[in-house]
Structure formats: structure tokens, C-alpha cells
């Protein structure tokens, strides 16, 4: 019984091992292509927008999703981007990313015409990829914060786009324990989609050039 719970244990660590190696590989690969002041980024013709929802279980704002759309706009501001891809889950009438995306940027004084919407966005990988696969972009600035950024970019880095992130300025003080252990893992499924199972987006559909 010990020899087993020894082996039980090397297993685990072992694990572990591989799972934070991965992580940190992911990490050093893409930190030198993640800005946090927009004076530094080289202006593109596209900004994508990753999507999450724009309330909290408990019904209130959602931080995360409030700092992207500010960060979009402002960069449309300053013209570092002319167009913004806004790409989300739109799994059904009551919870659609995109549409509340482009929702708070006409709040924020964007025109409709200026903003593109991704239904299909239902992962990183299908957001990244389709964008551009579907919408024509080879070279765009990813805006979402850090802890997801470096994902995103890894994706992006596979598929051999030339992609830079933006972290908006965030009022948290830290992200929350459950947000770091859920993008720990996604970090690792993210490595077994590309080099694994050769993952695609789950929609496609017609080219669409912005």
C-alpha cells in the first residue's frame, strides 16, 4: 500500500510539474508582445475584443468587461485602431457578448459602423483564429486583460499572426484566486487544442474582410 501511495504522489507531482511548465511557457513566450500604455503600440487597422459578460452572477457590473470596452474606445480615440471586432458567446436570446459589447461602446460614443460583430466568438481559440480566418486580419491588437492576453497571444503565435495585446488599466486590486486557478488550466488546454487535438473554431462560415 505505501509503494502505491509513493507512486500515487510522484504521479501528481509529476503532474503538476508539467502543468505549471506549460503555464510558464506560455507565460515567457508571449510577455514582450502585451503593452499596458498606448503610446507604445503600433497602430493597426483592427482591434479585437474578447468577450465576457458584461454583469456578475450577483448582478452586478463586471469589471473585466467594463475595462475592455474602455480600452477599445480609447484606443479608437487615438486612432492606434480604426475598426473594432467585438467577438463572444451568443449561446441564446437572454446572454449575448457581442451585442452588449457593442452596446456599451455606442455608450461610450463609437459608431455602429465602426464596430464589428463576431457571434462566434464562443472560445479564445475561435475568437483569435476567426479573426483572422473570417474577418481577414492577419496583424491586429488583442484588448483584454493581462491574465488572458497571454492565451490569447500564444494562439495567435501558432497560427503565425502577427498579433500584439493591450491590458487595459485595471481599478482591482488583484484577480480573483478562482479567475487565476480557471486561466491556469486554460493555459494548459490551450497547449493540448493546438498541439494535441488541432483544434478549430467550432463556426466558421463565409469570408467577411473588414
Known sequence: MEKWVKRIFVSLGFGFLVILSLNVWILVSTSDQIFKEEILLSPQRVGLVLGTSRFTAQGEK??????????????????????????????????????????????????QSEVTLDYAGLRTLDSVVRCAQIFGQSSFIIITQEFHLHRALFIANYHGLNAYGFSPKSSKVSVPTKVRIREFIARVLAVLDLYVWNKKPEIMGKLKPI
Open 62 to 111: 463586471n469589471e473585466f468587461f467594463e475595462e475592455r470596452m474602455n480600452a477599445a474606445a480609447k484606443l479608437f480615440e487615438l486612432g492606434i485602431i480604426d475598426h473594432i471586432l467585438v467577438s463572444g458567446d451568443n449561446r441564446s436570446i437572454y446572454y449575448n457578448e457581442p451585442r452588449d459589447m457593442l452596446n456599451a461602446l455606442l455608450e461610450r460614443g463609437i459608431a
